[in-house]
């Protein structure tokens, strides 16, 4: 199924240099890189003006990540990674009707997805007729009639497909979603399904409330602070600032991480003199080089020590009367941890028992305790469990409704959070869709719809027959590109909606579309004026973001007006919900969310305040939102993988100069990786025991259900990481990652824990 010689994943690869990873993160090297993104791309002024607006009231929210700003802002907190994604949209380059004309499909395919990138923002809609291998120009009525006509004549509404990227608004996820339940499915998988889903399932059931726990002035009170899985100094560069402080304020910060990550060691911030001058803060106190997806077994040892330490001093360790009062479960943890032996939780984490014996000090002397956590937890098929035995750490200290305490999952996409509270979800509870019914008069589906690996299935295996994209690279950001691939095609019409080209363009139905929107950074003027969008960043924060700068072109929609355009060309005269008026003035999208949605009340008003609103959360103020009010404590097994010889455990992960399938340089500045992204990090004796060399070429294979899956063309470098861990970049070894080898319950693929061989290339 796969052609070697055919990577669908591109490359621009040049000779691959190493230096020594970087020691501190931020200073000067940050700034420069900073400054020279914005310039660039955007010319002087342009880039001054844009960052200057970045995460500021009355400007626009940083699509960078998803980490909140400080109520009291620093003159501009932006960071390098933050100004790359500004920069890389803000850019004046822009591709149309002449490139197209120029480039066909097939030769834009031999193109890097970095290259594809670079040209520039797409400035008008395109279409690729049946047979044609080019895109050229279509009217915005035509490309919405399309839609219409194509939607329109599926056999059924649930073989349309609507995938959301994290980017998205609150007011266009709403939008969206209520289109795809009018128009009559559930099918919304969007890229929190790869991402934080085992979070979100993880917690609802643990503790009632699928997202964090924490607020940002919580850092200021932790005694303690565990960073797992989690590589904050490149994709939440702004959260550093928050460590650093908590780290003043007298927080232990504890890694736990396969890696030594940049950052995590010593952190220099940008912004600050003593930051610029001098050899910066060394941020984590004790680092846990843990072996891939040995999370558990490391969390149950820290757990058997604290209950050890609590024998030994009893009332001094763990929280007796909380875990009484507000939890469930406990005794089983207690029986389970005996049970385990430290053999076992040695060999299984990777990690001594005397440093296990030191995480443990620090979370037992830990009045307030915060765990922070991304991909390193989730994208594991233990996924789940992984979150919930954080969530059994956490309860031991009963760290749950008091501030600088609590749950933490660190999101990725800027408003991945709000889009899912917005409706973006293939499993909408009852509740909701009643709501909507209500609201808008419509007959919504009840059938939960398709999650991400379960529309690609559904793609290829005929069930689903059109795409649509709002933002995202589904291609390449999904696993296993080549089936993937083959899905897309599959269909009669591929939709994306985007404002830069990617590699999910060009491969596609025997139609498609490419509508080219408004970006963040841009000017948003409708009907009644000069409108703003909202989002909801980690911590459950919903504030403004409005863009400032000239549209790169004059035939760009707004995102809101994109779906009113699909959504009136397909239901057309019979449905009842005003979609001009819902564009016209986003304030009566807000009140339609507030009809709709629990905790928005008075929401036009409250998010024109500074800094926004919170969104309700009872695990905050101390109550449980389970079915009978307590939380739980829960046992899982310590996932095993044998490796036989010559096989790895791999972890696909982001370089510093990426984000996520949006390449800015084949560097990975922090990890000393340069020109080379088709790289196999090894441990230096997995090397030599393997006779390989540095900078050899490689294929990597995974074999799982007896199908062999190959990413050629891959160079060795040695790397810091766990004996028989192999690490590689995403998107480049996605190829690598069986569409079916995905968690438990969230089913978030498990592009961290992959079973790989390595064939060196004659
Ligand atoms: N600049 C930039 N910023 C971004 C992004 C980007 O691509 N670029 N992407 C955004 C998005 S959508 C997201 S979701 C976040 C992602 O943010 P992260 O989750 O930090 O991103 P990853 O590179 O996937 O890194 C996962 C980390 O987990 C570690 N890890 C891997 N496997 C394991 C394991 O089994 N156990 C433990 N303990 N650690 C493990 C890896 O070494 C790595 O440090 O960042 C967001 N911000
Ligand atoms: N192997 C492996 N796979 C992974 C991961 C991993 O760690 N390992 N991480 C997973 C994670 S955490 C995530 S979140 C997904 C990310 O999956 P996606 O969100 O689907 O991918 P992105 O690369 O963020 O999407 C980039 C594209 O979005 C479009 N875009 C950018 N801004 C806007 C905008 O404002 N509006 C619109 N309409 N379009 C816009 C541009 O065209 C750009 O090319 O990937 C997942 N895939
Ligand atoms: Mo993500």
């Not at 911030?269 to 077994?297: K, S, Y």
């Not at 001594?352 to 956590?373: F, G, N, P, T, V």
């Not at 660190?410 to 899912?420: E, K, P, T």
């Not at 199908?707 to 050629?712: D, F, L, N, T």
Request: glycine share 10%; net charge negative; hydrophobic share 35%.
């Amino acid at each position: 199924m796969t052609d070697t010689d055919d990577p669908i994943v591109r490359n621009d690869d040049e000779d691959l240099e190493l230096s020594e990873p970087s020691e501190v993160a931020g200073g000067i090297p940050a700034v420069m890189e900073t400054m020279r993104h914005a310039r660039k791309k955007m010319g002087i002024f342009r880039g001054t003006k844009t960052l200057l607006r970045l995460n500021k009231p009355g400007g626009f929210d940083c699509p960078g990540c998803a980490w909140p700003d400080p109520d009291h802002r620093a003159p501009a907190e932006f960071c390098e990674n933050g100004a790359k994604a500004v920069a890389d949209e803000a850019t004046t380059d822009t591709i149309g009707a002449e490139f197209f004309a120029d480039h066909s499909i097939p030769e834009l395919m031999e193109k890097s997805g970095r290259w594809l990138n670079a040209q520039g923002r797409i400035a008008e809609p395109l279409v690729r007729r049946e047979n044609s291998d080019h895109y050229e120009p279509i009217s915005w009525d035509d490309a919405f009639a399309l839609i219409g006509d194509e939607l329109n004549a599926l056999q059924s509404p649930d073989e349309a497909i609507f995938y959301t990227s994290g980017r998205t608004s609150n007011e266009a996820a709403f939008l969206y979603q209520l289109f795809a339940r009018a128009f009559g499915t559930n099918n919304l998988p969007d890229c929190s399904n790869m991402c934080h889903e085992s979070s979100g399932v993880g917690l609802s059931e643990v503790i009632g409330i699928g997202k964090g726990t924490v607020l940002l002035d919580g850092f200021n009170y932790a005694d303690a602070i565990f960073v797992i899985g989690q590589n904050p100094g490149t994709n939440h560069p702004r959260m550093m600032t928050a460590l650093q402080k908590a780290k003043r304020n007298g927080a232990t910060i504890v890694s736990v991480n396969p890696l030594r990550e940049t950052g995590l060691t010593r952190f220099k911030h940008p912004q600050e003199v003593r930051g610029i001058v001098g050899g910066g803060t060394p941020l984590a106190d004790l680092f846990l080089q843990v072996r891939i997806n040995g999370d558990v077994a490391l969390l149950k040892g820290i757990i058997k020590r604290m209950l050890e330490l609590e024998d030994e001093n009893p009332g001094e360790v763990i929280d007796r009367e909380f875990i009484d009062e507000k939890t469930t479960g406990f005794d089983d943890v207690v029986a389970d941890v005996e049970a385990t032996s430290w053999d076992e939780i040695v060999d299984n984490s990777g990690i001594e028992r005397e440093e296990i014996y030191r995480a443990a000090d620090i979370a037992a002397d830990a009045d307030r305790m915060i765990c922070c956590w991304a991909m390193g937890l989730t994208q594991h098929k233990n996924g789940v469990a992984n979150i919930q035995q954080v969530v059994n750490l956490l309860l031991l200290g009963g760290h749950f409704g008091r501030p600088g305490a609590g749950a933490c999952p660190v999101r990725g996409h800027s408003n991945v959070q709000g889009d899912r509270t917005v409706g973006i979800w293939d499993k909408p509870t009852d509740e909701f869709l009643d709501r909507l019914e209500e609201t808008f008069g419509i007959d919504a589906p009840r059938d939960h719809g398709f999650d991400t690996v379960h529309a690609i299935e559904a793609m290829k295996s005929g069930d689903a027959d059109v795409f649509v994209g709002m933002g995202g690279n589904f291609l390449s950001a999904t696993p296993d590109t080549n089936y993937t691939a083959e899905a897309l095609e599959n269909c009669g019409l591929t939709v994306q909606i985007s404002t830069k080209l990617n590699r999910g363009h060009l491969v596609t139905g025997d139609r498609a579309l490419i509508l080219p929107c408004l970006g963040r950074t841009e000017v948003d003027v409708q009907q009644s004026g000069e409108q703003f969008v909202t989002v909801e960043n980690s911590m459950g924060i919903v504030h403004q973001s409005t863009g400032g700068l000239d549209p790169v072109s004059d035939d760009l929609l707004s995102e809101p007006a994109i779906v009113a355009g699909i959504a009136e060309a397909t239901l057309g005269g019979d449905d009842a919900i005003g979609w001009s008026d819902f564009v016209a003035d986003y304030d009566t999208i807000r009140d339609a969310i507030e009809e709709v949605i629990d905790g928005f009340e008075d929401y036009n008003r409250r998010v024109r305040q500074r800094g926004g609103f919170a969104l309700p959360n009872p695990v905050r103020e101390g109550q449980f939102a389970t079915d009978d009010g307590r939380a739980k404590f829960t046992v899982h097994p310590i996932p095993e993988h044998d490796l036989d010889d010559g096989e790895y455990l791999m972890m696909t992960i982001r370089s510093h100069d990426q984000f996520n399938t949006t390449v800015y340089t084949n560097d990975d500045r922090y990890r000393g990786i340069h020109n080379a992204r088709r790289v196999v990090m090894l441990n230096e004796r997995d090397i030599e025991e393997a006779g390989l060399e540095t900078g050899q070429t490689v294929d990597l294979i995974s074999e799982y259900g007896g199908v062999e899956r190959v990413a050629p063309d891959f160079r060795v470098v040695p790397y810091d990481l766990p004996r028989r861990s192999a690490g590689t970049y995403f998107p480049e070894a996605n190829v690598l990652v069986p569409v079916d080898e995905y968690a438990r319950k969230s089913h978030t693929p498990a592009s961290k824990s992959i079973v790989i061989r390595i064939r060196p290339v004659q």
